[in-house]
């Protein structure tokens, strides 16, 4: 997958990166449509935030459709439209990604988005 990468204040790349996969019962993958960077991600990119290291993905905030679920997910499943939008995130195996740890579910009256 493509991801926008952090290199160091004012250093910035789009790289590839390996696909995520369920670690977890309760993860979720989004196969982002659109996504955009925040403030957070602004002031990350001038180096006001010491403590992020460079190699952190940015971007969290986006649309997308649901993927894959773990087996503890009931609340929606694949196919489903989602926005990833919470500011609370999780560091990879690696130290160097993040990913939402909520995901809220869009719906349109009877059928998946």
Do not use: N, W
């Not at 649901?66 to 997910?73: K, L």
């Amino acid at each position: 997958m493509k991801a926008l990468v952090y290199g160091g204040p004012g250093l910035k790349a789009i790289e590839d990166r390996p696909t995520p996969e369920i670690q977890a019962p309760g993860d979720a993958i989004v196969k982002m449509v659109k996504t955009t960077i925040c403030g957070t991600d602004l002031h990350i990119l001038k180096g006001d935030v010491a403590t992020c290291a460079a190699g952190r993905i940015l971007g969290h905030e986006g649309v997308g459709l649901v993927d894959s679920v773990g087996a503890g997910v009931t609340a929606f499943h694949p196919g489903d439209g989602a926005t990833t939008v919470s500011p609370k995130f999780r560091f990879g195996a690696d130290g160097l990604s993040s990913t939402p740890t909520h995901v809220r579910v869009l719906r349109c009256g009877y059928r998946r988005c």
